[in-house]
């Protein structure tokens, strides 16, 4: 199985900066893509960032302030997703989830966290 765990979030002032982590759990060989999406109150949930083999994509929204990463642990089953946001705005605020769609064993399934609020309000 697949767990994703966020953490970082929390209260910033416009401009201000956060990192947010995805710790990821499981067999990586049957995880290929991986995205940053959130949802602000009474919005839609809306892709922001996006990791496949290393190439990248951003919302137009987020592009040039945020950016997506991944780290592979050496023991083959954790690694984690990270997105560094800068220069956020109110509206960035929202609950942010990450995502894991399955490959290969996992074809055809995705995965999600329980989110990390993020809030920009001076």
């Known amino acids: 199985q697949v767990q994703l765990v966020e953490s970082g979030g929390g209260l910033v002032q416009p401009g201000g900066s956060l990192r947010l982590s995805c710790a990821v759990t499981?067999?990586?060989?049957?995880?290929?893509?991986m995205a940053w999406y959130r949802q602000a109150l009474g919005k839609e949930r809306e892709l922001v960032a996006s990791i496949t083999e290393g190439i990248t994509r951003y919302s137009d929204s987020v592009l040039g302030r945020f950016t997506i990463s991944r780290d592979f642990a050496t023991d083959g089953d954790k690694s984690a997703v990270n997105l560094e946001m800068r220069n956020l705005k109110p509206e960035d605020t929202a609950l942010y989830f990450c995502?894991?769609?399955?490959?290969?064993?996992?074809?055809?399934?995705?995965?999600w966290g329980q989110g990390t609020q993020v809030t920009v309000s001076s």
């Open positions: 995502n894991a769609v399955g490959i290969k064993r996992l074809r055809g399934r995705e995965f």
């Open positions: 499981g067999n990586m060989f049957n995880i290929g893509p």
